[in-house]
């Protein structure tokens, strides 16, 4: 079945206590992006990825990075998470192409928790 | 980017269809037109997309005007499970835009049994 798994899919830490979530794709897709989703504000792009060893920052990068080293993985790292970050967090995936006809296909979410 | 206005919440009984309108009055020659929902407890799921002509899949029909200036999608028979946020977005098919999708504050769906 073709997916987008997250991993933890919740999650309570401390600030201060650096985390990964891991996102991991079996569609073969080039492009990767995590999402952040807090109330009030909708979906906001945090990082993306057009490839292996391409990445780069959407609208709010601070406090987070990414790394593309294998096709299939995107992880997400918060070095020393703060409070603020306490959100919902998805990843997504889809092809490249000409035009953007391509449909993103999301992860399940992370429901990140910093006390 | 161009922006897109959409009721914060509609009502459907079950089984009845739904019109979901969305307002992109400066849509570019370039945008498609997309839509995304999300269930409750779920990641975005693509329903349909659109450039000019209406558009129909397993999930839904697309009505775009005349004017692409507004666009309408249409579930024909509301279920349960249809109960989402929708998401009207656009996306720029030139080959020069990103493939970030820009997510407004969509349509809270509600589906009476």
């Known amino acids: 079945e073709a997916q987008v798994t997250q991993n933890p899919r919740y999650l309570i830490t401390v600030t201060g206590k650096k985390l990964t979530v891991t996102c991991s794709q079996n569609m073969n897709h080039e492009y990767m992006s995590w999402y952040r989703q807090d109330p009030g504000l909708g979906l906001r792009q945090i990082y993306y990825s057009m490839n292996v060893e391409v990445t780069d920052k959407g609208d709010v990068p601070e406090g987070y990075k990414v790394s593309r080293k294998e096709k299939r993985n995107f992880p997400l790292i918060l070095e020393s998470p703060s409070p603020n970050q306490t959100s919902l967090y998805f990843c997504?995936?889809?092809?490249?192409?000409?035009?953007?006809?391509?449909?993103?296909?999301f992860g399940p979410g992370t429901r990140l928790t910093v006390l | 980017d161009a922006k897109t206005t959409q009721p914060n919440s509609m009502e459907s009984n079950e089984e009845e269809p739904v019109h979901l309108p969305c307002n992109h009055s400066?849509?570019?020659?370039?945008?498609?037109i997309h839509w995304y929902r999300q269930l409750p407890s779920q990641g975005p799921e693509y329903v349909i997309h659109?450039?000019?002509s209406n558009v129909n899949n397993r999930m839904a029909s697309l009505a775009i005007a005349e004017d692409r200036k507004s666009s309408t999608l249409i579930l024909h028979r509301a279920t349960l499970r249809d109960a989402a946020v929708y998401y009207c977005?656009?996306?720029?098919?030139?080959?020069?835009?990103?493939?970030?999708?820009?997510f407004g504050k969509g349509t809270k769906l509600s589906v009476i049994p």
């Open positions: 659109g450039l000019t």
């Open positions: 997504a995936s889809s092809t490249l192409g000409l035009g953007v006809n391509n449909e993103q296909f």
């Open positions: 977005i656009l996306r720029d098919g030139s080959g020069a835009g990103s493939y970030q999708l820009t």
């Open positions: 400066t849509i570019s020659g370039t945008d498609y």
